[in-house]
């Protein structure tokens, strides 16, 4: 079974800093990575993928993130943080093409300060 | 138009009652999911349906009963509510060959 965990329920950075997120999965098969974000009171949508195509993979919003499978990592980076980026922000896994489905991480909660 | 859309987005009721919250997609796709994202945001699958037969089904208790009349839709039926049944219900659809899913804005549950 697949797994994933999100480093830090809580980041806290300043307008204009760099935004890092951390990701890693656990899966015994090459899996497909997502990143999720989700602003208060409001639904999922989806930043990026990781499909096995290019490991390094642009999102919207600025956003980037980059496979790597030595250390079985996904993590999520933006250059300049923006005050509308404050969010709760979910990475996950899925494996397989049939009935698959989503396994998420804990989420990470993003501040944003001025 | 909102791709995959959920009524009510907002529910309270007592314990003991029965609710149900509709799910429609209008993107064609043939798969379709109710997710349970808890009190600490943790975001778990419920169900999962392909062409209205039931695929995926996550250990819920049996008063959780999906229902899908057609591919577009997925309701999620509760009976004999329960406190801990507090949550939000985010409804999900992908499409054939697709690995993207579309989630829809959610429906927030009170349980009182």
């Known amino acids: 079974a697949q797994s994933v965990t999100q480093l830090g329920s809580h980041v806290s950075v300043s307008e204009g800093a760099l935004v890092l997120l951390r990701c890693n999965y656990s899966s015994s098969v090459p899996p497909y990575l997502f990143w999720y974000v989700q602003y208060p009171n409001q639904g999922l949508q989806l930043l990026l993928k990781y499909t096995s195509a290019a490991t390094l993979v642009k999102g919207i919003n600025g956003f980037e993130a980059e496979f790597k499978k030595s250390e079985t990592s996904f993590h999520l980076t933006k250059p300049s943080a923006h005050m509308s980026d404050a969010a709760e922000y979910f990475c996950?896994?899925?494996?397989?093409?049939?009935?698959?489905?989503?396994?998420f991480g804990g989420g990470t909660r993003v501040l944003v300060k001025p | 138009d909102t791709a995959v859309s959920q009524t009510p987005k907002y529910l309270v009721t007592q314990m003991g009652n029965d609710k149900s919250i509709k799910c429609e997609q209008n993107l064609g796709h043939d798969t379709m999911y109710w997710y349970k994202q808890d009190s600490k945001k943790f975001l778990k699958i419920m169900f999962s349906y392909n062409n209205k037969e039931l695929i995926i089904n996550e250990t819920v208790p049996n008063r959780f009963s999906p229902k899908s009349p057609d591919k577009a839709h997925l309701n999620l039926h509760i009976n004999s509510l329960e406190l801990g049944d507090s949550a939000v219900y985010f409804c999900?659809?992908?499409?054939?060959?697709?690995?993207?899913?579309?989630f829809g804005e959610g429906s927030w549950l009170t349980v009182v």
């Open positions: 999900a659809s992908r499409g054939l060959n697709s690995l993207t899913i579309y």
């Open positions: 996950a896994v899925s494996v397989g093409a049939a009935g698959n489905k989503l396994t």
